[in-house]
């Protein structure tokens, strides 16, 4: 199995840096494209700017030149302009397989009618125009289920993604919670799971103690008393890491408990709304369904 993930994750990181586009800038604003330079392999339609079937089959063939990948499906997920003449983003939903494992994953090209790149960058920042992309959250995720401060009908809503062995979530998401308590009226705080296995892979295991507890309702208050814990983030044994949380928030949990189907259930289906947000660190958090990069906002809410 692990070696299984391995290779997904090779591959799909050979997908993520190679490129393929046409030499050259576009017709009134310089931008700055990754330093491999290749024709693409499509040709824009009749009125200068690709057709969404003009990407899918050059990420097709892109795939298939650069990795091992089987690719099953994949779909136009989001598209934006980008403040840049001509240029558009695409975000695409792609479903893969890697020795007969199946899997879903995000990719992101970029097009400016004659040309498609996997990279673009703003030359006075250095900064990637992928950081300019914000897919709207679908309001679903305003559930009951999900509320851990404050009142559903409160003036304001505020999204966070969080993983529980984060530094700064550690002490960033008790200050905002606080926040939200002092605010009841005027804030509703929505938490979403979001461990990042792969820099804390025992994250895992108490993201899904902390939907068990959450779930039978025997403890109050779960997300505070967990990033209050203070468990060590170098543990790698999943049983120590159940035990140094059942201590912690005095539960009895076993691993036979935090692996029910429906405990991995909603686990997964929180990474999934985090990956198709486009989140890739934590804490993110929206404030009123916009992204806020600042993290500060909620403190002005009233």
């Known amino acids: 199995m692990k070696k299984n993930l391995l290779n997904i994750f090779t591959v799909l990181l050979a997908l993520t840096i190679s490129g393929c586009m046409t030499d050259g800038t576009t017709k009134t604003d310089k931008v700055t494209k990754t330093s491999s330079v290749e024709k693409t392999t499509t040709k824009p339609s009749s009125s200068g700017t690709m057709s969404d079937e003009d990407i899918i089959n050059f990420e097709k063939k892109r795939i298939s ?20 003449a001509d240029w558009n983003v695409y975000v695409l939903s792609l ?7 199946q899997f ?5 090209l970029f097009s ?20 300019k992309i914000e897919v709207q959250l679908p309001q679903s995720i305003y559930a009951d289920s999900h509320l851990i401060a404050g009142d559903k009908d409160a003036k ?8 529980p ?22 804030v509703a705080l929505y938490y979403y799971h979001f461990p990042l296995v792969s820099i804390h892979p025992t994250s895992m295991v108490i993201a899904q103690g902390m939907i068990k507890l959450h779930k039978i ?24 890491v159940l035990d140094a949380f059942n201590k912690a928030l005095n539960s009895t949990l076993t691993m036979a ?31 009123d369904g916009k992204l806020d990069r600042s993290r500060e906002l909620y403190k002005t809410l009233k």
């Open 165 to 186: 062995l984060c530094p700064f979530c550690i002490g960033f998401v008790p200050e905002v919670i606080s926040y939200v308590r002092k605010n009841p009226k005027a």
């Open 217 to 240: 309702g025997k403890i109050d208050d779960v997300v505070m008393k967990t990033y209050k814990a203070n468990i060590d983030p170098k543990l790698t044994d999943n049983q120590k």
């Open 257 to 287: 408990d935090i692996t029910e189907k429906s405990i991995v259930d909603i686990l997964q289906n929180d990474m999934k709304i985090a990956g198709d947000s486009l989140i890739s660190g934590t804490p993110t958090i929206y404030v």
């Open 104 to 108: 879903e994953t995000k990719d992101i």
């Open 156 to 163: 304001h809503k505020v999204v966070l993604f969080s993983d």
């Open 112 to 131: 400016d009618g004659a040309t498609i790149t996997t990279e673009l960058f703003n030359p006075k920042t250095s900064r990637s125009f992928k950081d």
């Open 65 to 84: 030149l650069t990795t091992t990948l089987d690719v099953k499906s994949i779909k136009i997920f989001h598209r934006q302009k980008v403040p840049v």
């Open 95 to 101: 479903e893969l397989s890697n020795e007969g494992k």
